[in-house]
């Protein structure tokens, strides 16, 4: 089965940049979203196909992808965006995420 | 504004049938173009698709939980529903409605969830 590899952790300072990756097969042929959820919270989409971001998402969050692996990039990082992030994409008709990412602002 | 609301029992006993309802609000579950599913979460672990369906009600779901799981639309009602059989305490998990367009891949809006719990 098809699966979405994410590091159990990031830690950031505040104002800095926080990077998030998300391995697959053949990832960059496929088109990526990002979630991000709070503690006690149901998950919130930050990136949709790659690089766009919904309505109300802030503009320091961004999305790439290139061969096996996407990435979400969140520039200028409050601690306000201390959460989990899940990548997602869809392997045929299956819909998978990613193993999740603790990001800590410290 | 669209909101997705889950209703189902909390407990369930193992080897029963878990059954949940998504409400949904502020759109039609008729309209074109869009997929209803369910993805749950068991406690301090990650997402999970079960699966989803389209409005006309040609459901998808994940090969792992194929076997089990039913999804349906009730269009009268404004809402659809998720039936897991035979469970376990794996089953055990915070189950969440979401809604996704026809042609694209993310889910947005998700409901609150709803904690199932499956012991005797």
């Known amino acids: 089965s098809y699966e979405l590899t994410q590091p159990p952790s990031v830690s950031v300072s505040p104002g800095q940049t926080a990077s998030i990756t998300c391995s697959g097969d053949k990832l960059g042929d496929k088109s990526a979203c990002w979630y991000q959820q709070k503690p006690g919270q149901s998950p919130v989409l930050v990136i949709y196909e790659v690089t766009k971001r919904p309505s109300g998402i802030p503009e320091r969050f961004s999305g790439s992808n290139s061969g096996n692996t996407a990435t979400l990039t969140i520039s200028g990082t409050q601690a306000m965006d201390e959460a989990d992030y899940y990548c997602q994409a869809w392997d045929s008709t299956t819909a998978v995420f990613g193993t999740g990412t603790k990001v800590t602002v410290l | 504004q669209q909101q997705l609301q889950e209703s189902g029992p909390g407990l369930v006993e193992p080897s029963e049938t878990l059954s949940l309802t998504c409400i949904v609000s502020?759109?039609?579950?008729?309209?074109?173009?869009?997929?209803w599913g369910w993805i749950r979460q068991p406690p301090g672990k990650g997402l999970e698709w079960i699966g989803d369906i389209y409005h006309s009600g040609t459901p998808y779901y994940n090969p792992s939980l194929k076997s089990r799981v039913s999804i349906s639309v009730e269009k009268s009602r404004n809402q659809f529903s998720l039936k897991l059989t035979s469970v376990t305490a794996a089953d055990t998990a915070v189950y969440y409605c979401?809604?996704?367009?026809?042609?694209?891949?993310?889910?947005?809006?998700w409901g609150r969830g709803t904690l199932v719990t499956v012991s005797s």
């Open positions: 502020g759109a039609s579950i008729s309209i074109r173009g869009y997929y």
């Open positions: 979401a809604k996704r367009p026809a042609g694209g891949n993310w889910f947005d809006p």
